[in-house]
């Protein structure tokens, strides 16, 4: 069948984004997921050609980078243009781990290993940078998920720490933060194991009562314990495989690259997605966007 775009609404549901996908339909509300694929692979590319012009001309003239996600934001063009200077001038590869993801709503979500330098010093950072699109196609928002445990010395004599200090607010408690991300990262592989185990009570004891969750980005959310334990009564996946390691953040948020398999209409569905998880200071889940299209599930 041929591609056709079909502009939704936020009543559509799971099930109906999974049959327009199967019918070769693409689902958009202002930018297609072709254009967020493109512009995603441009992003990498100009990393790899440290090309900053190449990079500014994706993004709209008020855009807002968190990178890390709870560092200090950069809004405006001119702000993110000083940034990406400097950054670039450390950067040497830039390589996807897993694959690209889109979704219905204007949002994707790329994850990546950054190869950078300072010096002689050779770290790599596991990130997952999640972006926002406006309706001119144009990128609104950043937020980088990277966290201490995501970063590595690869090569010569550094400091993690100190390294990292340069990303964050002045003053920032890492010892605390450290912390908080190790419980972060725990959770999620709770997560991951209690859906492989089918254990649907071992993940609602790790979610907020007020939780909000949306399956993929885009389409009606679940709200509270009820109808989360609702979606998981009409069945769990057969399996759920991470796609490298978990990123965590200073700002409270998570995000995890995953596939899942689970049946549908006698048949098995592979989805890779991305969910991103925020917390709550008791380390309860509060809020779970996952981002996953058209080009991301495999019938």
Same mark, same amino acid.
């Given at each position: 069948m041929a591609d056709t775009h079909t502009h939704t609404s936020d009543t559509l549901d799971l099930g109906q984004v999974l049959k327009a996908y199967e019918e070769g339909k693409s689902i958009h509300k202002q930018v297609t997921e072709e254009h967020m694929q493109d512009a995603c692979e441009r992003y990498i590319a100009a990393l790899n050609k440290q090309d900053s012009a190449a990079i500014l001309d994706l993004f709209a003239e008020d855009v807002r980078l968190s990178d890390p996600v709870g560092g200090k934001p950069f809004v405006g063009k001119s702000q993110l243009g000083e940034f990406m200077r400097q950054m670039l001038d450390g950067c040497r590869n830039a390589k996807l781990v897993s694959s690209i993801r889109t979704c219905t709503d204007g949002v994707a979500a790329i994850p990546f290993t950054l190869e950078f330098h300072l010096g002689e010093v050779e770290t790599q950072i596991d990130? #997952?940078?999640?972006?926002?699109? @406006?309706?001119?196609?144009?990128?609104?928002?950043?937020?980088?998920?990277?966290?201490?445990?995501?970063?590595?010395?690869?090569? @010569?004599?550094?400091?993690?720490?100190?390294?990292? *200090?340069?990303?964050?607010?002045? @003053?920032?408690?890492?010892?605390?933060?450290?912390?908080?991300?190790?419980?972060?990262?725990?959770?999620?592989?709770?997560?991951?194991?209690? #859906?492989?185990? *089918?254990?649907?009570?071992?993940?609602?004891?790790?979610?907020?009562?007020? #939780?909000?969750?949306?399956?993929?980005?885009?389409?009606?959310? =679940?709200?509270?314990?009820?109808?989360?334990?609702?979606?998981?009564?009409?069945?769990?996946?057969?399996?759920?495989?991470?796609?490298?390691?978990?990123?965590?953040? =200073? @700002?409270?948020?998570?995000?995890?690259? =995953?596939?899942?398999?689970?049946?549908?209409?006698?048949?098995?569905?592979?989805?890779?997605? #991305?969910?991103v998880m925020t917390f709550d200071e008791d380390g309860k889940i509060v809020d779970i966007k996952a981002i996953w299209g058209k080009r991301n599930v495999v019938f």
């Open positions: 990130i #997952i940078d999640v972006m926002t699109f @406006g309706p001119g196609g144009k990128v609104v928002s950043v937020e980088a998920h990277w966290g201490l445990d995501n970063v590595r010395m690869v090569r @010569g004599r550094g400091d993690r720490e100190e390294l990292v *200090k340069a990303f964050l607010p002045p @003053g920032m408690d890492l010892e605390r933060e450290a912390a908080f991300q190790a419980d972060m990262r725990r959770a999620m592989q709770r997560y991951i194991d209690g #859906i492989n185990k *089918k254990d649907p009570g071992a993940l609602l004891e790790m979610y907020h009562r007020d #939780i909000i969750g949306v399956d993929p980005v885009g389409t009606a959310p =679940f709200r509270g314990l009820e109808q989360i334990s609702s979606f998981y009564d009409q069945g769990m996946a057969d399996r759920v495989d991470l796609e490298g390691p978990i990123r965590t953040s =200073f @700002g409270r948020t998570a995000a995890m690259a =995953f596939s899942i398999v689970f049946p549908l209409d006698g048949r098995k569905v592979r989805i890779h997605t #991305i969910d």
